[in-house]
């Protein structure tokens, strides 16, 4: 359970306030050059009642990871219970991933960036948060796969190029960019979806990776079998 939801709404608010403003700070100037000071004036509050919330900076590194964790958790989890085909599910996978990273820049900055200055608790549960996420969506790509609704890829390495697409936001999206995040996604869809050739009347598909990985391992069985037949022959 987090620790704002033990709280009183007041002051579950005013945490809320502080925890926005300590993502704000870690994401534009990084963690460790942010003080508690610039905090507090972020959030409207002096020192003194910012140390009436948390105990330290770390303290308020480990909110803010707490924080994205169990915002992306509870929106995949509710995707997932919905029990679509799969294929629509990580459609609606990748607009979550896209949308949430928009709309909590600052949040997923400091998570992607400040993990490696997590204590050991807490980079311990984000760790296996992260786990436990790229695994849920894992289940869905190989039940998808089951049911014949998607290609027969190695589940974990669609997760994570999927991931990986949509996660890497953090590092480019700006809200004042050409594109909106409903764009993006709809973008990083049909690129999943269809790649990135454009369609050719008669086109063959010698590009596409399983049909290479066929064809190499037809060679290198002929070329392995060749042997066998010359020594059978010769006796």
């Not at 910012?50 to 995707?79: C, H, M, N, Q």
């Not at 679509?84 to 909590?104: D, K, S």
């Not at 290198?220 to 006796?235: F, I, K, V």
Request: hydrophobic share 45%.
């Amino acid at each position: 359970m987090s620790r704002d939801a033990t709280l009183p709404p007041t002051r579950a608010a005013v945490l809320d306030e502080i925890v926005r403003a300590a993502a704000a700070a870690f994401g534009e100037v990084g963690y460790r050059t942010a003080t508690l000071d610039a905090i507090a004036e972020r959030a409207g509050l002096s020192k003194v009642t910012l140390y009436r919330y948390v105990s330290s900076k770390e303290d308020l590194l480990s909110l803010v990871v707490e924080r994205t964790i169990a915002t992306f958790r509870t929106g995949l989890r509710e995707i997932v219970e919905e029990r679509r085909p799969a294929e629509e599910t990580l459609r609606r996978i990748v607009r979550f991933q896209v949308r949430l990273l928009a709309e909590n820049l600052a949040f997923l900055t400091v998570f992607f960036a400040e993990e490696s200055g997590l204590p050991a608790p807490m980079a311990a549960q984000a760790a296996r948060a992260k786990r436990e996420y790229d695994r849920t969506i894992e289940r869905v790509v190989r039940e998808g796969i089951e049911a014949g609704r998607l290609r027969p890829l190695p589940p974990m390495l669609v997760v994570f190029g999927l991931l990986g697409m949509c996660n890497w936001l953090h590092k480019w999206y700006r809200p004042q960019g050409a594109l909106s995040p409903e764009q993006i996604a709809d973008v990083f869809v049909d690129l999943l979806e269809r790649g990135y050739l454009a369609d050719r009347p008669g086109a063959s598909r010698d590009g596409d990776a399983l049909t290479r990985i066929d064809k190499r391992l037809g060679r290198l069985e002929a070329a392995m079998a060749a042997p066998r037949r010359r020594r059978t022959r010769r006796s």
